[in-house]
């Protein structure tokens, strides 16, 4: 269940156009560069963005604002992989802690749930959250497999516990079933044993962080935001 | 399952994305053409369009309505044809009727999505209307009979009692030539727009055909059953030629054919369609009738404007529906605005490039005209439009950058090399492009017609002359942040060789209307005097080579560079910051300047960045509160390129990674941000996050 926008995210060329006109796109921090005319029509960076998410905020605005974003391929910087584990929580966490006031900031509907089920979701795509107007109490669930399958698994313990055993049966096993399925669709069927834990591991951790990072943060901003994750 | 998957389907997918859905599914049936939905689409339209009659002229006082466009079975297309309602409502400005018929409209457009925003501009009280009437020239020309076909669909005749002024018959003469010559442009520069897709190219391409046939009949129809036609368009016999009739007709028939799906092969089209448009502009200017006496000529200046909270914001699919306001600016305040020249159709915005500054007077001008009973929310901003100078946004960013490092920010500022001069290439460049101007000009002195001379040559080298009049102004105001000893240079330099003030760069603009508008003889003192003027400033490029005179200088001449201001953010990262400084010496195109932005470090960065030698500018600047959107503001503060490149301080980049930034931004004005690809940086790490990371930049 995804609402695919026309044009696609991080597709070579244009990408934002003026008739497009809500479509925001995304460039990380990075590797991007802004005409300083920009900055005069739209305005600063928002300084409440003080450790991730100042650039997909800037980007939404100035999409918004009727300017083009382009997406040069061959760019082309190389970044530091994160030092440790550490400061990739870290980084995570700021996503999922400032990913609340960039919604709020964008969010038009008091209450938005978005299911899907790729393997990483782009949030870009879904254009329907970026428009204006404002409402004071805000849901906003980006339920992916990662948050899903908690849910679910809460739900199988909680019916356990209860003693609806058949219940949490099925539930547990709807789990394992489209884990099962996701992965023979995903890209990840490539990967060797070794790579499939390294790589299923760290993305725990990272989704995890994130989703307590967009938990927290929302609730400052009084909003129930589960973050869209890696 | 299946009860989950139903529950889940009705409770969450129809009713968060049922409109979602349902506008995706009509953009599909739009863009597909594909027959029954067109069909299906089309008898909604119809049945929209009945309905909103029936509700609109129960309103008490609504006298008649009116319909722009055709109704005719085959001509309603859904997000393909125009039609606009004009609604005659009975005695002075009322806000309640106002507001019921919007409120009718938001209504319906609920149910029908497809209805289009303009009925809020086409209400007209009648006395208002009569009364205002000579006053604006908008009105006068959306209710010009003899271009538009006006049907009434309900009511008194409301039209024929007013005093409506037909078009006169150089002026319909003119604006025929002009729509001619628009299309012929646009067409022109659809064959090499990477921008539009195919679709958007041939509905614009077929839009041409259709305007054109639009005009065709028109003039092909002397008993006035369109409306009524001048003496003097009958006249003349365009399309007499049956080779251009022939030429015309196949036109249309691949017009048809498209609408069917039968899709032909576009380039020959567009050849096709070129020739024949060339030759009809040369048989209507081959007939021209002398000059025109009035100021509603077709101007050459064009900008788009969207009008902030638009009633179609809402329901707008993507790319089909027109801006909510799409005008010509006349070039200079005191000339009409001439409506005729609007496109309400699917994405004209494309295709206008404004190049030419707008006034502050310019713009509240046509705020006054909107209010004046069209649009009744007027916040105007400017797209496309480049350059800042007399717009109300260069004011503030001139605030910004002059209070923000001293007032706001509390960061101090250290300035390594500032005073070196930009490259020579750079120069030289100005200065070959100011000699072209120059031989031109002199060339054009040399005719006899002047009034035929090349335009656009004519108009670039106005727009150095005003522009350069602002440079000159904003240094004897003290805005431009020249170094200090160059900029009195320059400012006196300029004061002394050229006459430069206001009420001279006025006649300058009086005699250039002069020679585009009424084509009266042209004086030679004009252009002797941008002679002058342009010497001028060949000489200042030559002696004042500094970085912001460049810039402006290069927006000036629509040159083919644009300075650039690389700005690291950095915290404590001493060693990763030097191999990063490092890649940057490698570049191809060196950044015009390079700020660092110490972000309260705690080691040795600014001895790092202080002992950093490079060919080019290198500022530090130190901010004491942490904080990732802080230091990147403090950094555009102080930036003084046109381009703002921004780059982690733990990354290098490829040596032609500035070049093509540069070339992306220089591919049109409107591209506001580039981002380029960011990739892991190989490393003799083992620990899992590299090799995650690697993972990932593998798959």
Redesign the interface.
Known sequence: ?M?P??TDYYEP??LA?????T?AAF???????????????IG?????????G?DADI?RR?AT?????????????????????L??VRQWWAYGYHGGHFFQKAQK?RC??F?SLEARPRVYRY??LFKTGKTPFRILLFLTYFSLSHLLFFLALMSFWAGFRWIALFLGA?IVVSAILLYLRS?LKK?SLR?LL??E??SYIINFSHLLGGLVGGLKQRMLYIGPGL | ?PFYGAF?FKT??VR??GK??KS?LI?IAVRLQFPPFLWLFRWVYHLAIKVSILSIRRIPGVKAIYLSGSLARGDVIYGLSDIDFKIFVHGRRDKSILEAIQDRFALLRKIFPMLGPPDEKGVYFQDDFVTDYHRYPLIQHLFDRWFYQHQRLWGEAAMDPLPLLPLRGVEAHLSYLWRLKCWLEIVMTLNDS??LTEIQKRYLFYKAIGDLSLIYVRLQDPDGSNGGRERALSQMEPYANPEERGCLTQLLKERRLYFRKQIIPLEASYSLFRNFMERCCERLEACDEGPSSSLNTPSLWKGSF?IEGGSN?KD?I??LCP?DVEILVVPWPHLPLNPLDCKYFG?P??LIVSKRPFRLEEINRLKRVYRSGMIHQATV???DN?H?LYSP??E??DH?LSTGISDELTFRLFEAQTTQPMPSLQTERIKERLNIYLSQVEEMMGKEDLYRIDRKIYMQFLFTLVRSLALYRSLLAGRVDFPLKDAEEVASYLKENTPLTHSFIERLQDEYLAVTGSRRPFCEAFFKKTKVFAETFLEVAKTHPSLEGLAWLNRMEDLQTLS?SVVIITRSRCV?LTRCLASLLRLDRPPDELIVVDNASRDATREMVQNYQAPFPVRYAYVPE?????A??AG??I?R????????D?????P??LT??EN??L??P??????????????D?K??????????GR?
């Open positions: 269940m609402i926008v026309l060329g244009y156009r003026p008739e497009y006109e479509l460039f990380p921090n990075g590797n991007l560069s802004i005409r300083k005319e920009v900055f005069a029509e600063l960076y928002d300084e409440a963005f003080n450790k991730a100042e980007c100035s604002a009727g300017w083009d974003l382009y997406y040069e391929q061959g760019a082309v910087c190389y970044h530091e992989a994160r030092r440790s584990i400061d990739l509907h938005e749930i299911i254009s329907r709807g890209p990967l790579q390294i790589y591991t760290m | 399952m889940i969450v997918f968060t994305m979602t859905i995706l953009a990477p921008a969207q914001e707008r993507k790319g801006p994405t915005t494309y901003l400017i797209k480049p800042y946004f260069s503030q960013m910004w650039i990763q942490v904080g990732y959107s802080t990147r503001n555009v503060r930036a390129g046109e381009v703002i490149t921004f780059i982690d733990d990354a290098t980049v490829e032609e990674w093509l930034i992306a931004f591919r049109d409107r591209i506001g941000m580039v981002g380029g690809s960011i990739h892991n940086m190989k490393s790490r620990d899992l996050v590299y090799r995650y990371f690697d993972l990932v798959m």
